[in-house]
C-alpha cells in the first residue's frame, strides 16, 4: 500500500515520525493508502525550506514564473483524468463531479498567468515639486495552506498558485482524509519546474498546523475547513503577527419565490443539495419556500429525491456517491435523528442505505425535510450532507429576515422571474455570494470568492483582486530625484 509523505524541498521525507494515518475509499469502505503524519520538526522543516527559497523565488522577474505556471498547467490539464480518478476514489465524488473540481482549480492557475498585469503598481507624477510616488506590490514572504476535505485538489489551487505567483513560497497542509491527489497535485508542479523548496507539502494532522502557524518565519496563513477551526485558526495566527484569511462552514439557504419556475427550482436544488453528497461549503441545504409555494415544491422535490442515483464514485449512472468517512455518516444520520426527534416532518429518509456489493461503503440515500423551524439543530448547524431541509416562509421579508438572521454568511440564492424582487434581495442579504437564478454561485477565479458572518475570518477571501491582496505587500514609494534642496524643515512634509 502506497505511503504518502511530506514533500519538503523537493524531496520526499521518507523519515517521518512514527504516527499513520489511514484514508479510505468510502465506496467500499477498504483502506487504500497511509498518510505518515508529520511530526513538529518536519512541519519546521518545511517552513525552512520555504524561508531558504524565498529570496530567489521572489526576485525571479514574474514573467519567468508565469512561464513555470503555464508548463504547470499544460501538465495539469493532461493529468486531469488522474487526478479526477484519486479524488472520486478517496473522497467519494462521482468521477465527473470529481473532474469538475479539477477544472475549477485549473482556472486559478489560467488566471495566474496574467500575473505580470496583476502585480503592477500605482505611479504619481509630480505630487510635488519633482516629486513622484508610487507603490509596489511585494511578496509576504513564506506563506502556509491548510486545506479540507472536500475539494483536495480545487481548494490547494485557490491558494498556492497566486501565492507563488506573487513570488511567494508555501507549504500546504492538506486534509489527512484524503491528500493522496493533493500529493499528485504538488508533484506536477515540480515537473513544471519550479525550484525546490518553493511548494512544500506537509502531510499531517493538527500538529503540523499548530506549529505552522506560529513558526516565525510564516508571514501569510490561509485556511479553509469547519467554522470553529477557522475561528481558532485566525486567533492564533493573526496573535503571532500573520495575515489571516480563514474561511469557515456554511448553511447556504435558496429562496423560492412564488413566480419561480418551479421545474428549474427544483433541478437546481437537486444538484445544489446533493450534488457530492451535500460535502459542500456551496451547496443548498435550506430550501426557503416562500408565500403558497411549499407544498407544490414539496410535492415535485420528494419523488426527485427518492430517485436519486446514488452509488460509488466511479459508475457513471450515479448522480452522488458516498460520505468521506464512516464517523461522517454517522454524524450526518444522527443531525437527522435530531431532525426527528425535534418535530420536523421527514418526507424522504435516507439513513441506512445499503448497496449491493459496496456493503462495506459509507453511503446514505438523498434526506428530505419539511417544515423545518429556526429553532432546530438541523437548522441551526451545518450538517456536510445529502439533507435538505425546507422552510415555509409567509413572505420575502420574512425569507430575507432567515437567511439575514442565520449565523453562517457564505452564499445564497433567489429563484424568481421579478428583477425587482431580486435586486432588492441581493442588495439586503448579509451573504458573501449571491445567485439569481443560479444555485451554486461560486466565482470565477478572476474574481474572489469567500464568505460574511462565521463563513469567513479575515478581510480577504480567496483568488480573483482579494487574492493577490493577500498574498502581496503594498509599498509607497516618494522620490525626489531633482530639484532645489530644501533645507531642514521641522513641520510635517508639505508637498510644494
Ligand atoms: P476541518 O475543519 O475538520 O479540517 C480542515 C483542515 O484543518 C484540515 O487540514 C485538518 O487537518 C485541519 N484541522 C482539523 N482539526 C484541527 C485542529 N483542531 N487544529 C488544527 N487544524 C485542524 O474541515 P473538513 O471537515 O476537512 O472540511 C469540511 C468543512 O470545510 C465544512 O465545514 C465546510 O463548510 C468547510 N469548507 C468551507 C469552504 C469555504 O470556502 N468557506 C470550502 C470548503 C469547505
Not at 83 to 98: N, P
Not at 469 to 490: D, M, S
Request: proline content about 5%; charged content about 20%; overall charge neutral.
Amino acid at each position: 500500500m502506497q505511503t504518502l509523505y511530506s514533500l519538503i524541498g523537493g524531496k520526499s521525507v521518507s523519515d517521518s515520525g512514527q504516527r499513520r494515518g489511514k484514508i479510505f475509499n468510502p465506496a467500499t469502505g477498504a483502506q487504500v493508502r497511509e498518510v505518515a503524519l508529520a511530526s513538529k520538526s518536519e512541519a519546521l522543516d518545511a517552513v525552512a525550506a520555504a524561508a531558504a527559497a524565498l529570496p530567489a523565488w521572489a526576485s525571479t522577474p514574474p514573467m519567468r514564473r508565469m512561464r513555470i505556471m503555464n508548463d504547470a498547467l499544460s501538465l495539469l490539464n493532461k493529468a486531469r483524468p488522474e487526478l479526477a480518478k484519486m479524488i472520486s476514489e478517496e473522497h467519494g465524488k462521482v468521477l465527473s463531479d470529481a473532474d469538475g473540481e479539477v477544472q475549477r482549480g485549473l482556472e486559478v492557475v489560467e488566471f495566474c498567468l496574467g500575473i505580470p498585469h496583476l502585480l503592477k503598481g500605482e505611479f504619481s507624477e509630480n505630487v510635488g515639486t519633482s516629486i513622484d510616488v508610487f507603490s509596489i506590490r511585494q511578496p509576504v514572504g513564506v506563506c502556509v495552506g491548510i486545506t479540507p476535505f472536500n475539494f483536495p485538489v480545487m481548494v490547494p489551487l485557490w491558494m498556492f498558485p497566486v501565492a507563488i505567483a506573487c513570488g511567494n513560497t508555501f507549504v500546504l497542509k492538506p486534509s489527512e482524509k484524503d491528500s493522496g491527489s493533493t500529493q499528485r497535485l504538488v508533484e506536477i508542479f515540480h515537473e513544471a519546474g519550479l525550484p525546490a523548496g518553493v511548494l512544500n507539502l506537509v502531510q499531517g494532522d493538527r500538529e503540523a498546523v499548530e506549529t505552522l502557524i506560529t513558526a516565525p518565519e510564516v508571514g501569510a496563513v490561509s485556511f479553509v475547513g469547519s467554522t470553529p477551526i477557522a475561528k481558532s485558526i485566525y486567533t492564533t495566527a493573526a496573535a503571532h503577527g500573520k495575515r489571516c484569511q480563514a474561511l469557515g462552514g456554511a448553511k447556504n439557504h435558496m429562496l423560492i419565490m412564488p413566480d419561480a419556475d418551479l421545474d428549474a427550482a427544483v433541478d437546481a436544488l437537486m444538484g445544489a443539495g446533493y450534488g457530492s453528497a451535500g460535502e459542500r461549503c456551496m451547496a443548498i441545504s435550506v430550501a426557503v419556500a416562500v408565500g403558497d409555494v411549499g407544498d407544490k415544491l414539496v410535492e415535485k422535490l420528494a419523488p426527485r429525491v427518492r430517485a436519486l442515483k446514488v452509488g460509488p464514485g466511479n459508475d457513471p449512472q450515479a448522480e452522488m456517491g458516498p460520505l468521506v468517512t464512516r464517523e461522517h455518516a454517522d454524524k450526518v444520520s444522527s443531525y437527522v435523528d435530531q431532525g426527528v426527534k425535534e418535530g420536523a416532518e421527514l418526507v424522504v429518509d435516507g439513513r441506512g442505505l445499503k448497496l449491493q456489493g459496496y456493503e462495506g461503503g459509507y453511503f446514505m440515500g438523498g434526506t428530505l425535510f419539511d417544515k423545518v423551524k429556526p429553532d432546530m439543530t438541523i437548522y441551526k448547524e451545518e450538517i456536510f450532507g445529502p439533507v435538505l431541509s425546507v422552510v415555509r416562509a409567509k413572505d420575502f421579508g420574512e425569507g430575507l429576515n432567515l437567511v439575514n438572521s442565520h449565523q453562517f454568511g457564505n452564499g445564497t440564492a433567489i429563484f424568481t422571474q421579478d428583477g425587482r424582487v431580486a435586486r432588492s434581495f441581493l442588495n439586503a442579504c448579509n451573504i458573501g455570494m449571491v445567485g439569481v437564478n443560479v444555485p451554486i454561485p461560486v466565482p470565477v477565479a478572476y474574481h474572489t470568492f469567500g464568505g460574511w458572518k462565521q463563513s469567513a475570518f479575515g478581510d480577504n477571501g480567496m483568488h480573483g483582486p482579494q487574492g493577490i491582496n493577500f498574498y502581496t505587500k503594498l509599498k509607497t514609494v516618494t522620490a525626489r530625484w531633482a530639484g532645489n534642496a530644501v533645507g531642514a524643515e521641522f513641520t510635517m512634509p508639505v508637498l510644494r
